[in-house]
Every structure is written in C-alpha cells, then in structure tokens.
T-cell receptor
Framework: EAQVTQNPRYLITVTGKKLTVTCSQNMNHEYMSWYRQDPGLGLRQIYY???????DKGDVPEGYKVSRKEKRNFPLILESPSPNQTSLYFCASSLGDSSTDTQYFGPGTRLTVL | AQSVAQPEDQVNVAEGNPLTVKCTYSVSGNPYLFWYVQYPNRGLQFLLKYITGDNLVKGSYGFEAEFNKSQTSFHLKKPSALVSDSALYFCAVRDKSGGSYIPTFGRGTSLIVHP
C-alpha cells in the first residue's frame, strides 16, 4: 500500500530533550516536506526537500533540523524542544518538483513539550 | 507573494442540503489551487485541484470546485451533504509564475453536517 508513515504518533517530552520524528514514504517520491498544524493558523511548512541531500527552509524553520540521506526518509529533528513547538506535525511527499503535484500526507505526530 | 483565505472557521449544513466552503486567493501570476480534507485523527487527503482548462473541477466523494478568476475564488461545493462529510477542509494555492515550490494553505474550515 502506498503510504507515508510517521513515528511516533504521539510524544510528550520536556524542554531541551532532543527528539526525532521519523517520516518514510514508499512511493519513490522525490519531494518531501514537514508541516506543523496549529489552531487558527492552518498548516505552515517547516522544511522541504526536493531530492536526496537537497533541503530548504519553509515558512517556520526556526528550532528544527532535517536531513535527507535516503530518498524514502525525511526525519524532523528538534535539538532543544521548547513549549512553543507543541503542535501537530505532518510529513508529506509528492512525485516531483512540480507545482501541480498532489501531496500525500502522513497520519500526523502530536507533540507536547512540557 | 501568494496567500489564501478561508473566511469561515465553521460551516454548518443539514444532511441532504447543498454545501459550500469558501476560498479566495491572491497570487502574482496564475494559480494552481487545491482542496484537501482532514478527518479526525488523520492526515490530509487530496480532494481536487485546478491547474488549467475547465473552471469546474470535479473531485473525490462527489465534491467539486469552481475556479473564478475575476473573483479570485475557488469555492468547494457538493450538491447533497452527508454526515460523513463532516471534517476539516483546507484550500491551498501555488503561484504558477513563482519559483518556489512552497504551497500556502488556508487556516481550514470545519464542516459540520447535521443529521
């Protein structure tokens, strides 16, 4: 089944404790991205990657890191989480660098930073 | 610059009645427009998109949307709402002439269909 998977689905952590949220897709998509969803703000893009070893900042990259060592994986790293990073996070992928591409979203990771 | 507005936080409609979820956009050039739906505890799912051609776009689950260039709108519609259509709906836009691939999403509209 074609899908985007994220782990963990739920995470409660404390300020300053490094964490990684994994994202994997099995569709051989070139383009991957991370979003955060906050009430009243909709979806905001954090980082995106157009291919292996190619990443770029989205609208709200502060406090986050990403890497793209393999085509299928695009982990989101929070080196020192803070409470304002409490949010619902989505990973998405699409076939290629085209504005018409449909994005496929993962199920989401609900992160709480205490 | 590109932006999208969903002026209603919530839309309430009775089952069997037609529904409309509004979306307006702003881009420098011509737009690519998308609608996504998010069911509770799920990721976003693609519904439909407008790229070019016919202004009326048909998508999944009986939804359709009409591109109106003069009003810069892309409202989502369905002739007869179902309770199962209750979800959060997002409009998104990309500028065709823009070099960035970053899409802009609206804030979302919660659709509640009452039995």
């Amino acid at each position: 089944e074609a899908q985007v998977t994220q782990n963990p689905r739920y995470l409660i952590t404390v300020t300053g404790k490094k964490l990684t949220v994994t994202c994997s897709q099995n569709m051989n998509h070139e383009y991957m991205s991370w979003y955060r969803q906050d009430p009243g703000l909709g979806l905001r893009q954090i980082y995106y990657s157009m291919n292996v070893e190619v990443t770029d900042k989205g609208d709200v990259p502060e406090g986050y890191k990403v890497s793209r060592k393999e085509k299928r994986n695009f982990p989101l790293i929070l080196e020192s989480p803070s409470p304002n990073q409490t949010s619902l996070y989505f990973c998405a992928s699409s076939l290629g660098d085209s504005s018409t591409d449909t994005q496929y979203f993962g199920p989401g990771t609900r992160l709480t930073v205490l | 610059a590109q932006s999208v507005a969903q002026p209603e936080d919530q839309v309430n409609v009775a089952e069997g009645n037609p529904l409309t979820v509004k979306c307006t956009y702003s881009v420098s050039g011509n737009p690519y427009l998308f609608w996504y739906v998010q069911y509770p505890n799920r990721g976003l799912q693609f519904l439909l998109k407008y790229i070019t051609g016919d202004n009326l776009v048909k998508g999944s689950y009986g939804f359709e949307a009409e591109f109106n260039k003069s009003q810069t709108s892309f409202h989502l519609k369905k002739p007869s709402a179902l309770v199962s259509d209750s979800a959060l709906y997002f409009c998104a836009v990309r500028d065709k002439s823009g070099g960035s691939y970053i899409p802009t999403f609206g804030r979302g509209t919660s659709l509640i269909v009452h039995p």
